[in-house]
């Protein structure tokens, strides 16, 4: 597509269940990025996929926390048993190479209640 | 580690006014550098980067930035900045060519008086 494409735009949610945030980069893109954002703070980067290799969890807060990336293309971040904490703007990122400019979604508003 | 400073949470300038936006960094090697720009309930866009060459960068909207390498700065300026330049700026440092993602400052957010 032309731009990044993340679903849904709001989401809100009670505390315990389970949500999935879906992102659809630009096509061609190669690396994909996961990152939030939590009121008053900057971006804080939760994980990385280039391409076949095996993704950069690093940032991952939790063991809660999961993505996949299928096809190379779609991705998927869930938020198992969802706490307050979790409450925040979560966007992604594509890029035609690790390192190069991002195109960032408009992100995904979780309020966990 | 890399990092990003951004000293200035909050910055408010007149319509009309020059701009400059503070960004420092730490990173061991030649960094990439970016600035982004978020509108209210928008996602961000890119304005500028800097990988390597000229130190001055242009990027849109009328934005430049000057990459000092003593100063380990990468600050962002106007020289006249438009009500539509109200925002969140962010900087961010990269790794470059086999980076896995970028870090980025807490932001500055701008607001333009009349």
């Known amino acids: 597509g032309a731009g990044v494409s993340q679903s849904p735009s709001n989401k809100v949610t009670e505390k315990g269940k389970d949500v999935e945030l879906r992102c659809d980069p630009i096509?061609?893109?190669?690396?994909l990025y996961w990152y939030r954002q939590s009121l008053g703070q900057g971006l804080e980067f939760l994980i990385y996929?280039?391409?076949?290799?095996?993704?950069?969890k690093s940032g991952l807060p939790s063991d809660r926390f999961s993505a996949e990336r299928t096809g190379g293309s779609v991705s998927t971040l869930t938020i198992q048993r969802t706490q307050q904490e979790d409450s925040a703007v979560y966007l992604c990122a594509s890029s035609l190479a690790a390192g190069g400019g991002y195109t960032f979604g408009s992100g995904t508003r979780l309020t966990v209640v | 580690a890399q990092s990003v400073t951004q000293p200035d949470i909050h910055i408010t300038v007149s319509e009309g006014a020059s701009l400059e936006l503070r960004c420092n960094y730490s990173?061991?090697?030649?960094?990439?550098l970016f600035w982004y720009v978020q509108s209210p309930g928008q996602g961000l866009q890119l304005l500028l980067k800097?990988?390597?060459?000229?130190?001055l960068v242009q990027g849109i909207k009328g934005f430049e930035a000057e990459f000092k390498r003593s100063q380990s700065s990468f600050n962002l300026r106007k020289p006249s900045v438009h009500w539509s330049d109200a925002a969140e700026y962010f900087c961010a440092v990269g790794e470059g060519t086999g980076a896995n993602n970028l870090f980025f400052g807490t932001g500055t957010r701008l607001t333009v008086i009349p």
């Open positions: 990173y061991g090697a030649t960094p990439y």
């Open positions: 800097y990988f390597s060459g000229d130190t």
């Open positions: 096509s061609g893109h190669t690396a």
């Open positions: 996929f280039q391409g076949n290799s095996a993704p950069d």
